[in-house]
């Protein structure tokens, strides 16, 4: 009991923490899953826990490609909106652009990191690339080329390709569940396959360990407490038989000051800082 693996377990335990059942918390239970739903959501966006990182593959269909060309035989992938706006009495229809080069992630991605090369590369892809043709004629056996040359060549190998096959320029917002691929869709062929490097959002119906997360059980029962407290509000100051005198307020914001306190700890324990921070 002490470790929930469960849904209601994680229930059960943040009322306990409570006082239930010595107290009855009046919080309905409606507004419980919500609140449990809140928590996991923030885990997933917030904590270093709540997310894993994901290689997803995806293959390009006709639709895609298709899509991506939408509005002209250019390839690159625009369609028109329109708006209108009153000037002085006159009404006024504007013509907008925007993006249809866009595929459909799954609704658990929560970032994208990159997308691998769509191009095979001249420096290391392929029987006749230089990758190959230095290893065929150089490296006849070990210890025949010293490593610091070696090393050296590589470096300046991938400067080259980096310049001559630079990364496609990709957007993503995980509100959209969108992934606008910035590519020529013009001379992308279906059934190609592309590589996705992302952060996918833990689900706890399959690893129920997050509802034994310390995090998660200190935030959820700081948000029951706190709907208490607000449940409580309007009580404020009724007596009860026996002389007890309710205080929702008291109870609201003392969870207040916690919730503050834990996204305060998210913020410097939890969460991954900034890649400017990183170092």
Not at 102 to 129: H, L, R
Not at 198 to 220: E, G, H, M, T
Not at 237 to 261: F, S
Request: charged share 25%; net charge negative.
């Amino acid at each position: 009991m002490a470790k929930p693996s469960t849904r209601q377990g994680l229930i059960d335990y943040c009322l306990r923490r409570l006082g239930a059942p010595v107290l009855e918390i009046n919080v309905d239970d409606d507004q419980i899953d919500d609140l449990v739903d809140d928590a996991i959501q923030y885990f997933n966006e917030r904590h270093y826990d709540g997310v894993e990182k994901m290689y997803l593959k995806y293959k390009i269909t006709s639709d895609d490609v298709a899509r991506g060309k939408a509005g002209g035989t250019s390839g690159v992938g625009i369609v028109t909106t329109t708006g209108t706006s009153t000037i002085v009495g006159a009404a006024t229809t504007f013509s907008f652009y925007e993006n249809s080069n866009y595929i459909q992630v799954p609704e658990s991605v929560i970032g994208i990191e990159k997308i691998f090369k769509f191009d095979t590369s001249s420096i290391s892809g392929g029987m006749f690339s230089i990758k190959y043709q230095l290893f065929l004629n150089d490296l006849y056996y070990f210890n025949s080329v010293e490593l610091l040359q070696y090393s050296m060549v590589k470096s300046y190998l991938e400067d080259i390709d980096f310049l001559l096959t630079t990364d496609k320029q990709v957007r993503f917002n995980k509100r959209q569940d969108r992934l606008y691929l910035d590519i020529d869709w013009g001379s992308q062929a279906a059934n190609e396959f592309i590589v996705i490097e992302c952060y996918r959002a833990l689900d706890p119906a399959s690893f129920s360990q997050i509802y034994n997360d310390s995090f998660v059980k200190k935030y959820l029962t700081a948000l029951i407490k706190r709907q208490w407290g607000q449940n409580l509000i309007k009580f404020n100051g009724v007596k009860l038989p026996g002389g007890i005198e309710l205080n929702g307020r008291q109870l609201y914001e003392d969870a207040e000051r916690e919730l503050e306190d834990i996204k305060q700890r998210m913020t410097m324990e939890y969460e991954l800082p900034p890649l400017d921070f990183i170092g």
